[in-house]
Nanobody, 124 residues
């Protein structure tokens, strides 16, 4: 059974960093594109960044470009989201999602499988 488990969230001060992990089990990560999405309180879920099965990555949200970096370690069946220079507006629940294909999308509906999410709170 395909399963995604996010971890690494927490409370951090503005300007701080967090590294989120998305651990996959029940399938071989090599063949999957993984997206990181986030949902702020009262807002819709939005695609933040994505990494193709081939390794190329895309960042969807202009506000995180240059601050967030997505990477994958297929040997560990894990995808990471390194978040630096965090801002209050980065607060929300962060989800990883998987799709068996080699292209990225920022659309929620194009990802069949999701993790449960991890809370990120940026506050002083």
């Amino acid at each position: 059974q395909l399963q995604l488990v996010e971890s690494g969230g927490g409370l951090v001060q503005p300007g701080g960093s967090l590294r989120l992990s998305c651990a996959a089990s029940g399938f071989i990560l090599d063949y999957y594109t993984i997206g990181w999405f986030r949902q702020a309180p009262g807002k819709e879920r939005e695609g933040a960044s994505c990494i193709r099965s081939s390794g190329a990555s895309i960042t969807y949200v202009d506000s995180v470009k240059g601050r967030f970096t997505i990477s994958r370690d297929n040997a560990k069946n894990t995808v990471y989201l390194q978040m630096n220079s965090l801002k209050a507006e980065d607060t929300g629940v962060y989800y990883c999602a998987a799709a068996r294909r080699d292209y990225c999308s920022g659309y929620v509906s194009l990802y069949p499988d999701w993790g449960q999410g991890t809370q990120v709170t940026v506050a002083s």
